[in-house]
């Protein structure tokens, strides 16, 4: 059955998205921490921390212009790492709407008669995965544009503790339920073998 193959498909790609999602969150979290360090740094640049080289204004200029160029280059990373996050999202929306079509495409083919066979595995009618995978799709959009948010305010804001904020943020990731996301997978997974 090809609705069968593409709901398979579909949570391999879920799967593999969400892998990659993981992956990312980690490194956007190093990235975000060492923005902190960074910004941190440049703080003290303006105290009389220096020591034995707190008069030698050309060694005191250096060190700023690379701690600008470093962070110029983690607020880069980190710009990177979100657009990779929203490719892993992307790639599981393209997923679920193919699912979607294929699920019209039988409806509009098969009429009532896709309605008596919908069942593909065990207990849940079709359109109950898409349900599924749009709930997770939801949390994901949620977390996108949060992230977008934390980013762009991360380049520019240099208040500490808003940025540890923002750290916390990026970490936990407060719109991703995880717990109804394993939950999900192991209904589907129950489904499905």
Same mark, same amino acid.
């Given at each position: /059955?090809?609705?069968?193959? &593409?709901?398979?498909?579909?949570?391999?790609?879920?799967?593999?998205?969400? *892998?990659?999602?993981?992956?990312?969150?980690?490194?956007?979290?190093? #990235?975000?921490?060492?923005?902190? /360090?960074?910004?941190?740094?440049?703080?003290?640049?303006?105290?009389?921390?220096?020591?034995?080289?707190?008069? /030698?204004?050309?060694?005191?200029?250096?060190?700023?212009?690379?701690?600008?160029?470093?962070? +110029?280059?983690? @607020?880069?990373?980190?710009?990177?790492?979100?657009? $990779?996050?929203?490719?892993?999202?992307?790639?599981?929306?393209? @997923?679920?709407?193919? !699912?979607?079509?294929?699920?019209?495409?039988?409806? $509009?083919?098969?009429? &009532?008669?896709?309605?008596?066979?919908?069942?593909?595995?065990?207990?849940?009618?079709?359109?109950?995965?898409?349900?599924?995978?749009? *709930?997770? !799709?939801?949390?994901?959009? +949620? *977390?996108?544009?949060?992230?977008?948010?934390?980013?762009?305010?991360?380049?520019?804001?240099?208040?500490?503790?808003?940025?540890?904020?923002?750290?916390?943020?990026?970490?936990?990731?407060?719109?991703?339920?995880?717990?109804? #996301?394993?939950?999900? #997978?192991?209904?589907?997974?129950?489904?499905?073998?």
């Amino acid at each position: /059955n090809q609705l069968k193959k &593409q709901l398979l498909d579909t949570f391999s790609s879920f799967q593999t998205s969400r *892998e990659r999602w993981d992956q990312l969150n980690s490194v956007g979290t190093d #990235i975000m921490n060492d923005i902190i /360090n960074h910004n941190l740094k440049l703080q003290y640049m303006e105290s009389t921390h220096w020591g034995s080289i707190s008069e /030698n204004k050309v060694a005191r200029r250096c060190v700023e212009i690379k701690l600008f160029e470093q962070l +110029e280059d983690l @607020a880069y990373r980190l710009k990177i790492n979100y657009e $990779n996050q929203v490719q892993a999202y992307e790639s599981l929306l393209t @997923a679920v709407e193919t !699912l979607e079509y294929s699920q019209n495409s039988a409806i $509009n083919s098969l009429g &009532q008669e896709f309605f008596d066979k919908d069942i593909l595995f065990h207990t849940l009618p079709f359109a109950q995965y898409i349900e599924m995978f749009s *709930e997770i !799709l939801d949390m994901y959009r +949620e *977390e996108i544009m949060s992230k977008r948010l934390v980013m762009d305010d991360s380049f520019v804001n240099q208040q500490r503790e808003t940025l540890i904020t923002y750290l916390s943020y990026w970490s936990l990731q407060p719109f991703i339920d995880t717990s109804r #996301i394993d939950y999900l #997978i192991d209904v589907f997974k129950t489904e499905t073998d």
